[in-house]
């Protein structure tokens, strides 16, 4: 895992596992990504962003960022 410049998604992970019968499938999974959801956890959400606006949270290693640990590339999509 720090070996590889792989994107970690919760999107594309809740994409990849929830199956498409449970609950909505596809549509529950946008409605759950968004800025007013989110926003429970993290207000500052909904001072930048509309409720409707979509995010997603991601990560990812390398070594680069091992050696340097540069924390200041950060953005919502």
Not at 23 to 36: K, W
């Amino acid at each position: 895992m720090f070996e590889t410049d792989k994107v970690y998604s919760i999107t594309e992970l809740l994409f990849q596992y929830w199956p498409q019968s449970w609950m909505g499938g596809p549509t529950a999974i946008r409605a759950l990504m968004s800025a007013q959801v989110w926003s429970a956890l993290f207000p500052s959400l909904l001072k930048k962003y509309k409720p409707q606006q979509k995010v997603d949270f991601r990560c990812s290693f390398s070594k680069e960022f091992l050696k340097e640990g540069d924390l200041s590339e950060n953005s919502v999509s």
